[in-house]
């Protein structure tokens, strides 16, 4: 697949379109209950006997390993891309508030700024910004990104259900995110990019901008808590606080997913668009997360985590 990037104004993303097949239960689509599904077990070689015993002594080799922190306990080279722990989970809490509008918020009056929905830029079908909002972001105060390393997965997480699949209806919830979000003291819009109802990829925050859409936190990820994976963090906690929205792209799916289903045309696009992204940024497959991996939510929801923890964990994304 070729990829290039082009101008912020544009989509940022051209790419040959790719089909990707979701693996499925039953009908075609994906079902959470596949992700806990018994795995089938093959008969065990002579070879895998061998290298199971390889890895164990490598294991337990890297146990005694000094720490070179003080709150690390053991440091381990790097993880190969495409591996990541089976049970990374989540740490679950109570949900994050601020991201989405409630129920009785009240945007201003919102015209679309083109008379006609603007055609998607690049084979990967990328609306830019331009096709839902002409109003820039706090110039004043945001951040630059100053480069990428991660990707962390959202969802809208509204008040109820959204099922409106118009060009017309996305944009205005796009912009009512925004005026939201700006009231509540963010730069702009806080997601670099959104995955609508129909699966079509949207511009938000440009990526030259740092986003607004993990907290800071006070612990590594969840499984490199676990892991002890120092060298293998994307970035580093600063006083003790792990600044998460550095160097880390949004990517919010339109929906909530506690309260509703994310439909077949975002998860083929979350698989699709989360592989160029890692190309063009050469990201590893395990600084990808989803929100509730990294601070304390319920983000993106009971049913979007566990396709994301499938779709890592086999190497889709």
């Known amino acids: 697949m070729a990829l290039k990037k082009v101008g912020d104004n544009t989509a940022e993303i051209a790419s040959g379109a790719v089909g990707t097949q979701v693996p499925t239960q039953s009908g075609g689509l994906w079902t959470p209950g596949l992700a806990s599904a018994t795995p089938r077990i093959s008969p065990v070689t002579r070879r895998d006997f061998v290298s199971s015993l390889v890895l164990a002594g490598t294991a337990l080799a890297l146990a005694g390993c000094t ?11 790097e993880l190969p891309d495409g591996i990541l722990p089976a049970d990374a989970g989540s740490i679950g809490g109570p949900a ?6 409630p129920a009785n918020f009240r945007m201003a009056t919102y015209k679309p700024p083109v008379r006609r929905p603007l055609r998607p830029i690049g084979a990967l079908g990328i609306i830019p910004r331009a ?3 002409t109003i820039g972001p706090n110039m004043r105060t945001i951040q630059p990104m100053n480069g990428v390393r991660l990707i962390t997965f959202h969802h809208t997480g509204d008040p109820t259900p959204f099922y409106d699949d118009s060009y017309v209806g996305t944009a205005r919830y796009w912009e009512a995110i925004r005026q939201w979000q700006r009231s509540q003291g963010f730069e702009d819009i806080g997601y670099h990019f959104g995955i609508d109802r129909v699966g079509r990829v949207w511009q938000l925050r440009k990526l030259e901008y740092r986003g607004e859409h993990v907290r800071d936190g006070f612990a590594p990820p969840h499984w490199l808590d676990r892991y002890v994976q120092w060298k293998n963090a994307p970035t580093r906690p600063i006083h003790g606080r792990w600044i998460w929205n550095a160097h880390n792209i ?9 309260i509703q289903q994310p439909t077949p045309a975002q998860l083929h696009r979350i698989i699709h668009f989360g592989r160029v992204l890692r190309s063009l940024y050469q990201i590893p497959i395990y600084h990808c997360y989803t929100h509730q991996e990294l601070v304390s939510t319920l983000c993106p929801g009971a049913h979007l985590q566990p396709y994301m923890e499938y779709i890592r964990r086999t190497n889709q994304l």
């Open 96 to 101: 994050d508030v601020g991201y989405a509008p």
């Open 67 to 77: 720490a070179q922190n003080s709150s690390v306990s053991s440091t381990v080279g």
């Open 131 to 133: 096709g839902w909002t």
């Open 250 to 258: 949004g990517v919010v799916s339109l929906g909530n997913f506690m």
